[in-house]
């Protein structure tokens, strides 16, 4: 099947939506659109929730739209501008809602409480209305949330309503200042945060049940919901349960969802890690069968924010993960002139053969292959937070106002402390060149930072009887916790970068000679012993040291050469299991160079065992690996994420029976343990907004190399049937 083409359009309310309806459909058909998602009183053209005869000029101009629309043949859908409202941006209420409030007790001018009974009927009366005119899906935008909602300086969730359910559950009046401190305070977890979660879940789920009742009755159930997600880490603050949000807005087992998984505006090549991860854990979190339509979005909405270059590598992405649709979001907000955007039309119409391409030997989203994420929708009601800056060192000694600022922001700072997802460690794998998967049984995994708190002990021995990746705030998660001997570290302290402690400060990282190892002076990973590697700039370091049985592939100098720590240590334990742990609390900030990508690379073989499954992509900087099933086989697809072009090559997976002793795996539908041994791939290179073309790679041994240069942004696919 094609890809699919959803465009986001804003028609004005006026006497020209009909002219203008016209002009979308010609586009549309120009450049090959299946659907036209209906944008009406958006960002400009937003003076507050509509009401009256503002409403009745957006009516008037679906109807108009969608049947102009529709006669030419396109499927049509609306995308409502707010929900509680996305920021104040100067405009006022004029409906007598209760307004959001913050947690430094910032008030909103017009975005609604959740909690709002008079804001809960006009969401429910407006989508009802609309949903009159048989639309496919009626979206409900990413306002619908408590974080980010400007000027806020977090977001909402603090108006006295909220205040009013907490108190109800805690069994006394609570204040707003109390419930942020409680929250937000160092320690295991206060009660209240896990409480304040379960108010914000549950009026968050009442209101979806609400509207999707109203759009149910008032669609003849001919029309379904659509929710758009922001990230996942400050979701988790809210304590959002995916699955029933999901069920909440379903209608007769209907619902879409368009995941946020693009930077808005240009952003370097390597950005695209973030792209593949936020898609991938998305689906994770989404019931399955709920179909996926990435937004692909340029802000402030001109052919200036965003290159069409990125954005064609943007929509592969998506196309990739197996997406319903391509949810378009990409002329200028304010036009209302399609066809004044020929270069749009020029854009979708270079981008569809990749897209087809890719498409046509997907049935619906494929399963993934690689490092196992962590991923966890209650992450952050785990968090401990740091403790924040000491009031006696405010500016003004004891003046109130400069104490109670840095209160404030040391509650800000643990707000972001809560926001926890796997993007850091996915990143870090995937930008040398590691494939990662969000799918459950993966037989290596990586946990990084407080995820570590998020699993249960159950879950965490499973872990550690496989192949273990951590990161040392991790180790000492774990530690805590009573699993220090099967990590094959001892984890003595973390250490914050500007903490004094013997016998210096962390500044350097070096290679130590392997025991036993063919020739001398050879390191880890084939690495000359004594290389250096910087991790001077990262915030925090863990003091490790090996326990017995442990192999000790670095360590931690100071900058005068004295011994500081273990750097990186890998570890059998008696589980059967394998374990890697990193000194850093923040690989992905460690300086990116060929030696660190050894180490990870070395460090991946490692865990994975007698029988490697994943395939490694090395050749230049940022090669970012996308590893799926096809219906016959697998594909291996690499995005050139650097400005230079790169010859990519792959180490196969799978050493070869005689070499383990292991019986042969035959079957390349099942395992990709047998790539070394499998027939060479079919290559096909994938240049920016270019036709697809066959790709030359050569083999040596189980090693495969592209024979051309892959441009910027590029693709190649490797499939193996």
Known sequence: MPARYHLRFQLHPTPQAAAQAAELAEFCREAGVDEVVLLLGAEEFYAGHPVGAAEDRLYETAATASAVLRAAGLE??????????HADRGRVDRLGFTPMVGPAGEVAATQASFACPRWRSWLTAHYARFAALGFRVLWLEDDFRYHNHAPLTWGGGFEEPMLERLARLVGAPVTREQVVAAITAPGPPHPWRALLQQVWRTAQLEVAALVAEAVATHSGRRSQLGLMSSEVGVASVEGR????????????????????FARYGDAPGRELSFSVWMLEVQRALRPAGVPSEPEIENWPHTAWSKSDTQTWSELVTAQLAGSAAMFLNVHPMQSGRAQRFAPVAELLRRSRPALDLIAERQAGEPATHGVGLA??????????????????????????????????LAELAAFAELAVDPGAAADYLLRYGV???????????????????????????????????????????LTERGFGELLGVEVAEVVDREQPVAPGPYALERVLPVPGAAGIGVGAAGIEAGVHLSINNQPALARLAPRPGAEEWTEIL??????????????????GGRVAVLAATAPDLLPYDDDGQRLLHATVRFL????????????????????????????LAIANGSADPARPRVALPGARPAETGLPAVTDLRADTACLAGAADPEATLLAPLDKPAAARVTRTGHRLELDQDLPHRGWLVLDWR
């Open 241 to 260: 349960d995916w699955p029933a949000l999901f069920a909440a807005l379903s209608i007769d087992g209907r619902v879409s969802h368009r995941p946020h």
């Open 76 to 85: 049509v859908s609306l995308n409502p501008w707010v929900t509680a409202g």
């Open 375 to 408: 991923v966890r929708q209650d992450a952050a009601a785990h968090v401990r937070t740091r403790p924040g800056p000491s009031a006696g060192g405010a500016a003004g000694g004891g003046d109130p106002a400069a104490l109670a600022a840095l209160a404030a």
């Open 608 to 635: 994975e065992g007698d029988r490697p499954t994943l395939p490694l992509v090395t050749g230049g900087p940022h090669l970012i690996p996308h590893l799926s099933r096809t219906a016959d086989g697998w594909r």
């Open 435 to 477: 494939p990662v998967t969000a799918a459950g049984g993966a037989p290596v995994r990586v946990l990084f930072g407080q995820l570590a708190r998020a699993f249960d002990d159950t879950e965490i021995r499973a872990m550690l009887a496989g192949g273990l990746l951590l990161d040392g705030t991790a180790a000492r998660v």
């Open 558 to 575: 100071t900058p005068e050469q004295h011994r500081w720590g273990a750097g990186r240590c890998v570890f059998r334990n008696r589980l």
